[in-house]
Protein backbone atom coordinates (compact mmCIF):
# COMPACT_ATOMS: atom_id res chain seq x y z
CA UNK A 1 0.00 0.00 0.00
CA UNK A 2 1.27 3.19 -0.95
CA UNK A 3 1.40 6.10 1.93
CA UNK A 4 -1.88 7.89 1.77
CA UNK A 5 -0.05 11.54 1.22
CA UNK A 6 1.17 10.46 -1.97
CA UNK A 7 -2.65 9.07 -3.26
CA UNK A 8 -4.77 12.09 -1.91
CA UNK A 9 -6.29 13.97 -3.87
CA UNK A 10 -5.07 17.61 -4.29
CA UNK A 11 -5.74 19.87 -1.11
CA UNK A 12 -6.44 16.92 0.66
CA UNK A 13 -2.73 16.97 2.17
CA UNK A 14 -3.63 18.80 5.02
CA UNK A 15 -5.66 16.64 7.73
CA UNK A 16 -2.86 14.00 7.29
CA UNK A 17 0.00 16.73 9.15
CA UNK A 18 -2.47 17.99 10.94
CA UNK A 19 -2.83 14.64 12.30
CA UNK A 20 1.31 14.30 12.07
CA UNK A 21 1.81 17.23 13.55
CA UNK A 22 -0.50 16.99 16.43
CA UNK A 23 1.00 13.23 17.35
CA UNK A 24 4.63 14.94 17.08
CA UNK A 25 4.10 18.18 18.91
CA UNK A 26 2.18 17.55 21.58
CA UNK A 27 2.88 19.84 24.59
CA UNK A 28 4.87 18.44 28.03
CA UNK A 29 5.84 15.36 25.01
CA UNK A 30 9.75 14.46 25.75
CA UNK A 31 11.99 13.65 22.01
CA UNK A 32 12.55 10.35 22.38
CA UNK A 33 8.88 9.25 22.67
CA UNK A 34 8.11 12.19 19.65
CA UNK A 35 10.46 10.14 17.64
CA UNK A 36 8.78 6.85 18.69
CA UNK A 37 5.77 8.13 17.14
CA UNK A 38 6.91 8.91 14.53
CA UNK A 39 8.33 5.58 13.75
CA UNK A 40 4.37 4.00 14.82
CA UNK A 41 2.49 6.70 12.75
CA UNK A 42 4.59 5.85 9.40
CA UNK A 43 5.25 2.43 9.66
CA UNK A 44 1.30 2.11 8.95
CA UNK A 45 1.04 4.66 6.42
CA UNK A 46 4.24 3.40 4.26
CA UNK A 47 2.70 -0.46 5.30
CA UNK A 48 6.27 -1.00 6.31
CA UNK A 49 6.00 -3.08 10.04
CA UNK A 50 9.33 -1.96 11.05
CA UNK A 51 11.28 1.24 11.83
CA UNK A 52 14.20 2.21 13.28
CA UNK A 53 16.47 5.33 14.05
CA UNK A 54 20.29 4.35 14.00
CA UNK A 55 23.48 5.87 14.52
CA UNK A 56 26.60 4.76 12.57
CA UNK A 57 30.36 5.22 13.72
CA UNK A 58 31.81 5.25 10.33
CA UNK A 59 35.28 4.73 12.82
CA UNK A 60 34.68 1.71 13.95
CA UNK A 61 32.10 0.43 11.27
CA UNK A 62 29.11 -0.12 12.89
CA UNK A 63 25.64 0.32 13.18
CA UNK A 64 23.63 0.79 16.46
CA UNK A 65 20.07 1.20 16.48
CA UNK A 66 18.77 3.88 19.02
CA UNK A 67 15.27 3.65 19.02
CA UNK A 68 13.28 0.03 17.24
CA UNK A 69 9.54 -0.01 16.17
CA UNK A 70 8.54 -3.19 16.14
CA UNK A 71 9.14 -6.99 16.79
CA UNK A 72 12.13 -8.23 14.98
CA UNK A 73 14.88 -10.56 16.51
CA UNK A 74 17.36 -8.61 14.94
CA UNK A 75 16.64 -5.06 16.03
CA UNK A 76 16.50 -4.10 19.55
CA UNK A 77 17.79 -0.66 21.01
CA UNK A 78 20.79 -0.51 21.82
CA UNK A 79 22.03 -3.81 19.38
CA UNK A 80 25.04 -3.01 17.38
CA UNK A 81 26.13 -4.98 14.00
CA UNK A 82 28.84 -4.68 11.69
CA UNK A 83 27.86 -1.68 9.06
CA UNK A 84 28.48 -4.04 5.94
CA UNK A 85 25.48 -6.16 7.02
CA UNK A 86 23.80 -3.53 7.04
CA UNK A 87 20.80 -2.46 3.97
CA UNK A 88 22.21 1.29 5.66
CA UNK A 89 25.94 1.10 4.13
CA UNK A 90 24.51 1.84 0.72
CA UNK A 91 21.84 4.71 1.80
CA UNK A 92 24.70 6.21 3.08
CA UNK A 93 26.73 5.94 0.37
CA UNK A 94 23.76 6.87 -1.79
CA UNK A 95 24.57 10.19 -3.63
CA UNK A 96 21.09 11.61 -2.94
CA UNK A 97 21.00 9.79 0.82
CA UNK A 98 18.31 8.07 0.71
CA UNK A 99 17.39 4.33 -0.64
CA UNK A 100 14.64 2.16 -1.20
CA UNK A 101 14.04 -1.77 -2.04
CA UNK A 102 10.59 -2.36 -3.16
CA UNK A 103 11.44 -6.17 -3.65
CA UNK A 104 14.78 -7.52 -2.22
CA UNK A 105 14.55 -10.60 -4.06
CA UNK A 106 13.78 -9.41 -7.65
CA UNK A 107 16.34 -6.39 -6.77
CA UNK A 108 19.10 -9.15 -6.36
CA UNK A 109 19.26 -8.86 -2.65
CA UNK A 110 19.57 -12.66 -1.90
CA UNK A 111 23.59 -12.85 -1.54
CA UNK A 112 23.95 -9.50 0.22
CA UNK A 113 25.09 -9.73 3.21
CA UNK A 114 22.37 -7.20 4.47
CA UNK A 115 19.56 -9.84 2.94
CA UNK A 116 21.17 -13.01 5.22
CA UNK A 117 21.17 -10.77 8.52
CA UNK A 118 17.82 -9.09 8.51
CA UNK A 119 15.78 -10.78 5.50
CA UNK A 120 14.31 -7.34 4.78
CA UNK A 121 12.04 -7.86 1.77
CA UNK A 122 11.46 -4.37 1.22
CA UNK A 123 12.86 -1.17 2.97
CA UNK A 124 13.34 2.29 3.14
CA UNK A 125 15.76 4.58 4.27
CA UNK A 126 17.20 8.17 4.38
CA UNK A 127 20.41 10.10 6.13
CA UNK A 128 20.18 11.94 9.25
CA UNK A 129 23.07 14.33 9.54
CA UNK A 130 23.57 17.15 12.58
CA UNK A 131 25.84 20.44 11.77
CA UNK A 132 26.66 18.53 8.45
CA UNK A 133 27.98 15.27 9.86
CA UNK A 134 26.30 12.12 9.05
CA UNK A 135 24.56 10.98 12.34
CA UNK A 136 23.10 7.80 10.92
CA UNK A 137 19.57 6.71 9.72
CA UNK A 138 15.96 6.98 9.93
CA UNK A 139 14.78 3.36 7.93
CA UNK A 140 11.18 1.79 7.70
CA UNK A 141 11.22 -2.11 6.59
CA UNK A 142 9.46 -5.31 6.27
CA UNK A 143 10.29 -9.12 5.95
CA UNK A 144 7.62 -8.91 3.04
CA UNK A 145 8.21 -7.38 -0.33
CA UNK A 146 5.46 -4.44 -0.53
CA UNK A 147 2.72 -5.08 -2.80
CA UNK A 148 3.06 -1.95 -4.79
CA UNK A 149 6.41 -0.68 -5.51
CA UNK A 150 7.88 2.17 -3.45
CA UNK A 151 6.97 5.84 -5.29
CA UNK A 152 9.39 8.71 -5.34
CA UNK A 153 7.18 10.81 -3.62
CA UNK A 154 7.59 8.48 -0.68
CA UNK A 155 11.14 8.81 -0.76
CA UNK A 156 10.51 13.00 -0.37
CA UNK A 157 8.40 12.23 1.98
CA UNK A 158 11.29 10.04 4.38
CA UNK A 159 13.39 13.13 3.40
CA UNK A 160 11.57 15.24 5.29
CA UNK A 161 11.16 12.92 8.48
CA UNK A 162 14.71 12.66 8.43
CA UNK A 163 15.34 16.78 8.36
CA UNK A 164 12.72 16.99 11.35
CA UNK A 165 14.19 13.60 13.41
CA UNK A 166 17.89 15.74 12.75
CA UNK A 167 16.28 18.94 14.50
CA UNK A 168 14.89 16.98 17.24
CA UNK A 169 18.43 15.54 18.03
CA UNK A 170 20.04 18.87 17.61
CA UNK A 171 17.96 20.22 20.24
CA UNK A 172 18.05 17.25 22.44
CA UNK A 173 22.02 16.25 21.97
CA UNK A 174 23.16 19.82 21.14
CA UNK A 175 26.88 20.84 21.97
CA UNK A 176 26.60 22.12 25.79
CA UNK A 177 27.31 26.06 25.95
CA UNK A 178 30.92 26.79 26.54
CA UNK A 179 32.77 29.50 28.47
CA UNK A 180 35.21 31.69 26.42
CA UNK A 181 38.96 31.69 27.86
CA UNK A 182 41.69 32.70 26.15
CA UNK A 183 45.12 30.68 25.22
CA UNK A 184 48.35 30.58 23.04
CA UNK A 185 49.31 28.74 20.18
CA UNK A 186 53.19 29.91 18.96
CA UNK A 187 52.62 33.60 20.96
CA UNK A 188 49.07 34.16 18.90
CA UNK A 189 46.12 34.63 21.52
CA UNK A 190 43.41 31.97 20.80
CA UNK A 191 39.94 31.47 22.78
CA UNK A 192 39.49 28.20 24.11
CA UNK A 193 36.16 27.67 22.25
CA UNK A 194 38.91 27.81 18.82
CA UNK A 195 41.60 25.65 20.44
CA UNK A 196 38.56 23.11 21.37
CA UNK A 197 37.59 23.29 17.59
CA UNK A 198 41.00 22.19 16.53
CA UNK A 199 41.01 19.52 19.08
CA UNK A 200 38.11 18.33 17.61
CA UNK A 201 38.85 18.58 14.17
CA UNK A 202 42.21 16.63 14.68
CA UNK A 203 40.70 14.00 16.88
CA UNK A 204 39.98 11.88 13.59
CA UNK A 205 42.90 10.26 11.33
CA UNK A 206 40.89 11.34 7.94
CA UNK A 207 40.95 14.88 9.02
CA UNK A 208 44.56 14.92 9.64
CA UNK A 209 45.34 13.55 6.30
CA UNK A 210 43.04 15.97 4.78
CA UNK A 211 44.81 19.13 6.96
CA UNK A 212 48.33 17.59 6.57
CA UNK A 213 48.16 17.42 2.70
CA UNK A 214 47.87 20.66 2.20
CA UNK A 215 50.58 21.79 4.34
CA UNK A 216 53.40 23.69 3.00
CA UNK A 217 53.04 25.28 -0.80
CA UNK A 218 49.94 23.17 -1.86
CA UNK A 219 47.18 24.87 -2.75
CA UNK A 220 44.46 22.55 -3.49
CA UNK A 221 44.45 18.27 -3.63
CA UNK A 222 41.54 16.35 -5.09
CA UNK A 223 39.55 13.31 -3.05
CA UNK A 224 40.73 10.72 -5.54
CA UNK A 225 44.20 11.86 -4.05
CA UNK A 226 42.51 11.41 -0.13
CA UNK A 227 41.17 8.28 -0.92
CA UNK A 228 44.75 6.60 -2.01
CA UNK A 229 46.28 8.45 1.22
CA UNK A 230 43.61 7.06 3.50
CA UNK A 231 43.80 3.79 2.05
CA UNK A 232 40.18 2.31 3.34
CA UNK A 233 37.59 1.05 1.43
CA UNK A 234 35.21 3.26 3.03
CA UNK A 235 37.09 6.92 2.69
CA UNK A 236 34.74 8.30 0.21
CA UNK A 237 31.92 7.77 2.19
CA UNK A 238 33.69 9.37 5.61
CA UNK A 239 35.48 12.03 3.72
CA UNK A 240 31.85 12.78 1.92
CA UNK A 241 29.65 12.23 4.51
CA UNK A 242 31.46 13.07 7.89
CA UNK A 243 35.15 14.82 7.08
CA UNK A 244 35.14 17.32 4.63
CA UNK A 245 31.40 19.19 5.34
CA UNK A 246 32.95 19.46 9.54
CA UNK A 247 36.48 20.91 7.80
CA UNK A 248 34.41 22.92 5.65
CA UNK A 249 32.08 23.95 8.44
CA UNK A 250 35.01 25.44 10.67
CA UNK A 251 36.97 26.95 7.90
CA UNK A 252 40.04 24.93 7.54
CA UNK A 253 39.20 24.00 3.79
CA UNK A 254 36.94 25.19 1.24
CA UNK A 255 35.48 22.52 -0.55
CA UNK A 256 34.17 22.05 -4.35
CA UNK A 257 31.86 19.35 -4.63
CA UNK A 258 31.37 20.17 -8.24
CA UNK A 259 35.38 19.76 -9.10
CA UNK A 260 35.90 17.51 -6.17
CA UNK A 261 38.58 19.52 -5.13
CA UNK A 262 39.74 20.84 -1.60
CA UNK A 263 41.91 23.89 -0.53
CA UNK A 264 42.72 25.79 2.39
CA UNK A 265 39.87 27.66 3.80
CA UNK A 266 39.83 30.67 5.90
CA UNK A 267 40.75 30.17 9.03
CA UNK A 268 43.20 27.29 8.20
CA UNK A 269 46.77 29.67 9.44
CA UNK A 270 44.88 29.20 12.65
CA UNK A 271 45.40 25.39 12.81
CA UNK A 272 48.33 24.79 10.45
CA UNK A 273 50.86 25.20 13.72
CA UNK A 274 49.44 22.21 15.48
CA UNK A 275 49.22 20.41 11.96
CA UNK A 276 52.31 20.76 11.33
CA UNK A 277 53.50 19.48 14.57
CA UNK A 278 51.43 16.34 13.84
CA UNK A 279 52.94 15.91 10.79
CA UNK A 280 56.71 16.17 11.93
CA UNK A 281 56.15 13.60 14.35
CA UNK A 282 54.43 11.31 11.55
CA UNK A 283 51.06 10.41 13.64
CA UNK A 284 48.49 8.33 11.69
CA UNK A 285 49.64 10.28 8.53
CA UNK A 286 49.85 6.96 5.70
CA UNK A 287 52.50 7.72 3.34
Known amino acids: ?6 TTEAGEELPYFQ ?21 DHETTE ?9 HIDLETETERFDIVHGTHERLNPGTTVPLSKTYCRKTIADPEGTMAVSDALAEGWADDPAYETFEFGSYLGT ?10 TLCFANTAAREEPIRDEEKTLIEMHGQWVAYTLALWDGPPIRETGIDTIEGRT ?18 RVVLMTLL ?19 ARVRLLHSDLPKLANTGYIEWDDDSDTISKGPRFSEVEPLVQLLKEYNTAFPE
Do not use: V
Request: charged content about 30%.
Open 19 to 39: RLWRTLLAPNIDPKTRLERLL
Open 216 to 234: GDTTETSIATLEQRINDKN
Open 190 to 207: ISSEAIDSMMDALRKPTR
Open 46 to 54: FDLDYAFLS
Open 127 to 136: TISIDDELYG
Open 1 to 6: MTHSIC
